[in-house]
């Protein structure tokens, strides 16, 4: 690659983050359903022809945000699965890394999971090309506590005697119902009673008894 086109390649993936920026603060502000490109093109100071010229529609604009969201807490995951020294240790890395990639700014969670819950209409339509780019993300964060798991009961399976996978799913299921429940009392400004590392500290032990012979 020339250094030219480098530069004009540079310059495209910033507009294009750009955009995406301009794209969450219209969402945060206005919801899903009022969400338009025309609503975004105002917003970045760009034409709607613009937009498209990145983004064919809505959706793939959509789409891009979520991903991205989705990307960060799974490379997050993985990282702190990596420092794990066993399965139990994975699994608890699972679940404290969930929430500290989405409780300081439980926006980016609501965006990622609740939009499309509660939008009566206009919710992101995911392509099946989509999904395929979702998948190994999926892989990504819960590959490694999986493998760890599988490991450690060649010896003697783990009393919950469930699939490793399947396992370092609830994991990550359960740290998002406790996010879930973050952004419902900071919305009405009732806070949990317990602290986020109380909350983490008592669910990973849970997994972890239940990840141990």
Same mark, same amino acid.
């Given at each position: 690659?020339?250094?030219?086109?480098?530069?004009?390649?540079?310059?495209?993936?910033?507009?294009?983050?750009?955009?995406?920026?301009?794209?969450?603060?219209?969402?945060?502000?206005?919801?899903?359903? *009022?969400?338009?490109?025309?609503?975004?093109?105002?917003?970045?100071?760009?034409?709607?022809?613009?937009?498209?010229?990145?983004?064919? *529609?809505?959706?793939?604009?959509?789409?891009?945000?979520?991903?991205?969201?989705?990307?960060?807490?799974? %490379?997050?995951?993985?990282?702190?699965?990596?420092?794990?020294?066993?399965?139990?240790?994975?699994?608890?890395?699972?679940?404290?890394?969930?929430?500290?990639?989405?409780?300081?700014?439980?926006?980016?969670?609501?965006?990622?999971?609740?939009?499309?819950?509660?939008?009566?209409?206009?919710?992101?339509?995911?392509?099946?090309? %989509?999904?395929?780019?979702?998948?190994?993300?999926?892989?990504?964060?819960? *590959?490694?506590?999986?493998?760890?798991?599988?490991?450690?009961?060649?010896?003697?399976?783990?009393?919950?005697?469930?699939?490793?996978?399947?396992?370092?799913?609830?994991?990550?299921?359960?740290?998002?119902?406790?996010?879930?429940?973050?952004?419902?009392?900071?919305?009405?400004?009732?806070?949990?009673?317990?602290?986020?590392?109380?909350?983490?500290?008592?669910? *990973?032990?849970?997994?972890?008894?239940?990840?141990?012979?």
């Amino acid at each position: 690659m020339t250094p030219r086109i480098a530069r004009r390649e540079r310059r495209r993936e910033a507009s294009r983050e750009e955009i995406v920026d301009a794209a969450r603060r219209v969402l945060l502000r206005r919801g899903i359903v *009022s969400t338009t490109l025309d609503a975004v093109a105002e917003e970045v100071g760009l034409t709607k022809a613009a937009i498209y010229y990145y983004f064919p *529609s809505k959706d793939a604009l959509l789409f891009e945000l979520i991903f991205g969201i989705y990307a960060r807490n799974a %490379q997050a995951v993985h990282d702190g699965v990596e420092r794990a020294a066993d399965g139990p240790a994975a699994l608890r890395a699972v679940i404290r890394e969930t929430l500290k990639g989405y409780a300081p700014n439980l926006d980016d969670f609501r965006l990622a999971f609740l939009h499309n819950q509660v939008a009566v209409a206009g919710g992101v339509t995911i392509a099946a090309e %989509q999904f395929e780019r979702i998948r190994p993300l999926n892989d990504l964060a819960y *590959s490694g506590a999986a493998a760890k798991l599988a490991e450690d009961w060649k010896a003697a399976p783990g009393r919950a005697d469930v699939d490793p996978r399947l396992m370092t799913f609830l994991a990550n299921m359960a740290a998002v119902g406790l996010l879930t429940m973050k952004g419902m009392v900071e919305h009405v400004g009732d806070p949990l009673r317990y602290s986020d590392d109380e909350l983490v500290e008592g669910l *990973s032990r849970i997994f972890e008894a239940a990840a141990r012979p």
